[in-house]
């Protein structure tokens, strides 16, 4: 990149020189200007081009250079992506504050515990459903499974999109350690630490009973069941769910 040209002051060209001098905008201004003695280019001047200019010792427009298109749009780029890096970074410091802050009021285990239970909710396998039988097996998060409806088999070809009632349950479920460390005045707020473990049990009892209901004639007729747990990310969300109902045996503190 050339720092010489960065140096100097850019401008665009509004209108081209024809009977009447041409127009430039330049820092917000605009001044006439002619081809005479002023332009250096090789290229004739079009409107909307983007041109270096170059003044005399007494202020009077002495050069015109149009700025290579491939050094414009590079320099463009470089602006853009210092920009976006400076608002990731304002992003970051955001996030972090906010993260330190619910920290302070959650506690760091609690936080960790809470954020690993989510990652393993949406993104951990927690079941297969298929095999060679089946024209193959179909993974599902544990998020996944509560969009299954078992009475019909397309919600499994579908991924489990098929969330109801129940499922949006979960999510409240979840998401209550969260709000407990700002509902201290509140004296049961405690408990809602406890209320992931205890849909985590009621829904892997309901799934289990339900894909029990659907695949129970396979292990009649001495067939594998096509449905299998997961059973490291299970253990994985137990131990979180664990951890955070720990918070429920609590005192609540004063707020």
């Known amino acids: 990149m050339n720092n010489a040209n960065l140096a100097k002051p850019r401008g665009t060209i509004i209108k081209v020189p024809d009977a009447s001098p ?28 983007t041109v270096d200019v170059e003044f005399d010792g007494s202020g009077v427009l002495a050069a015109m250079t149009v700025v290579d298109s491939q050094l414009l749009a590079k320099e463009r780029l470089n602006q853009l992506g210092g920009v976006a890096q400076e608002r990731g970074k304002e992003a970051a410091n955001v ?17 960790a515990a809470a954020a690993a239970f989510w990652i393993a909710w949406f993104f951990f ?21 509560l969009g299954v409806n078992f009475n019909n088999l397309e919600t499994i070809l579908r ?3 098929d ?20 509902l201290r005045s509140v004296p049961w707020s405690q408990h809602l630490n406890a209320a992931p473990l205890g849909y985590l049990v009621i829904a892997f009892i309901v799934i289990t009973f339900e894909e ?44």
Do not use: C, D
């Open 22 to 49: 041409g127009l430039l905008s330049l820092n917000g201004q605009q001044m006439q200007f002619t081809i005479e003695g002023v332009w250096k280019s090789p290229v004739a001047p079009a409107a909307n081009q």
């Open 95 to 111: 996030l972090l504050k906010a993260i330190k802050a619910l920290a302070a009021r959650m506690g760091t285990v609690p936080l």
């Open 212 to 255: 029990g209901k659907l695949f129970g004639e396979f292990s009649k007729n001495g067939i594998p069941s096509p449905f299998s747990w997961a059973w490291l990310t299970i253990l994985f969300l137990g131990v979180a769910a664990l951890v955070l109902g720990y918070g429920a045996l609590k005192k609540p503190a004063n707020a």
């Open 163 to 182: 969330h109801g009632l129940f499922a949006f349950l979960g999510l409240i479920a979840i998401a209550a350690p969260f709000a407990a460390p700002f």
């Open 125 to 145: 396998p927690a079941a297969t459903i298929g095999g060679e039988g089946m024209g193959g097996s179909v993974s599902l998060t544990f998020w996944n499974l």
């Open 159 to 161: 991924g489990g999109s």
